[in-house]
């Protein structure tokens, strides 16, 4: 049996239903929660994503919907 990995910070946040959606058919497939899901994500995210497609990606985004001030990301 593997061991846990402890996820001490705790955050509740808003998604898009295909977002959503995509997270469900990635629980599906690999048996892990909503919040291993997004921590092997984010914390992979240089070992599996194109730097310039992200980045590509993030300007699409900001610029159709802008950049909202991030007052809640302040450590």
Known sequence: MGKRLPLPVRRSMNLTEP???RLRALNAEYGLGNN???TV???HLDEYADAD???AVFDEF???YGAPVAEGMKK
Request: charged content about 25%; overall charge negative.
């Open 62 to 64: 900001i610029a159709e």
């Open 19 to 21: 977002a959503y959606e």
């Open 41 to 43: 994500l984010l914390e």
């Open 36 to 38: 291993y899901l997004l």
């Open 53 to 55: 497609k992200l980045a």
